[in-house]
């Protein structure tokens, strides 16, 4: 494959980030062989999304989700926004332009904007989600979004009425509280159970899962489905990398389920996913770019809409890029992307989401501010 290894290695450094059937993807050493034509490969869709109306402009991209309308919901920071990239609004002002974008934006299919909701400057800290991180919209058309500095879940209706809250504003009591969260960083609701399994893990160290109409506690569990601690055991090697994964998880980032009862984590800063059922009990984990310092190479995972979800996407806010992996056995067949700020480049891909045709939509946090559309093209 040194040849195709070559070719894919050129393509990805050059216009838009396709990803290319029989690329050399293995980060533990060994490449997956795959047959030709059986990997998704993606193009960047330079026209999406279109330009948001009242001058708007987005901050950093906290989180990305795609509804069953085929709708992208996005979550931002305008308090990641420069006075000049908001001139418009200084006072004085300082230009013509820009605004900062309301912190949920829904947008179409044809990537319009449909509404936006939410403003830090005028809002009530108690019903707005301030510091918005997680996102995901529910079967009965809820919108939950975390808010990861501030320790809690907010329930809203679709058009931005607060429905429930899960934790306490400000507040954290440790992994172990059944009340409290500490740093929720993604969501995922289970639509046949409407259980609620939050990824709380910027302070925390857990899956934590709720009743989504009462919020009742249910569970929660650690890396490896064992009792959380708070402490986080690492162990350095000889080059400064972990020696072996953590025993605790590192940063509970991003998780969601799939069709056939499991639970996909993203532990971030501990470059890997790990696999549970939704009881907790530990499946499976696969390290993901083990060398990765700084924030890690586990972001957020989406799954492909076809009847088996046979693919595992997998954003890396570090490296830059999209892993793919193949679902059954968690091998890594291929990446697209590489650090830049050009079109279908990515500078900290933060949050994603996957329609129903199998496209992708990838938001960027840090100074990225933007979300770029992949469509599907093959495989």
Known sequence: MKGSRSFCAIALAFAAPIL???????????????????????????????EMPNDWIMGSVTAVFVDARDHVWVTHLPETLTPEEISAVQEPPLGECCRPAPVVIEFDPQGNV?????????????????NAH????????????????????MKFTRGGDLLMQIGEYDVTGG??????LGGPAGIWVDPQTNEVFIADGYTNRRVVVYNGDTGEYLRHWGAYG???????????GSEGHAAS?????????????SRDGLIYVADRRGNRIQVFRQDGEFVEEKIIAPRTLASGSAFVIALSPDADQRWLYLADGTNHKVWVLRRSDLEVVGEFGRGGRQVGQFLRPHGMGIDSQGNLYVGEA??????????????
């Not at 290319?20 to 993807?25: E, F, H, I, Q, S």
């Not at 980060?27 to 999304?49: E, K, M, Q, R, Y």
């Open 20 to 50: 290319l059937t029989g690329c050399d993807a293995s980060t533990s050493g060994s490449s997956a062989s795959v047959a030709s034509g059986s990997v998704p490969t993606f193009s960047v869709d330079p026209s999406w999304p279109l």
């Open 114 to 130: 449909v509404q936006g909701w939410g403003d830090p400057a005028t809002q009530d800290v108690a019903e707005f989600p301030r």
């Open 134 to 153: 997680g996102l995901f919209v529910d079967h009965n058309d809820n919108v939950w979004i975390g808010t990861y500095r501030h320790h809690r879940v």
């Open 175 to 180: 992994s172990n509280n059944t009340e409290l």
């Open 226 to 236: 064992e009792v959380p601690q708070d402490e986080y055991r690492f162990e350095w």
């Open 245 to 257: 994964p953590p025993s605790e998880f590192s940063t509970v980032h991003g998780l969601t389920g």
């Open 366 to 379: 840090s100074t990225g501010r933007r979300v770029q559309k992949f469509t599907v093209t093959g495989g």
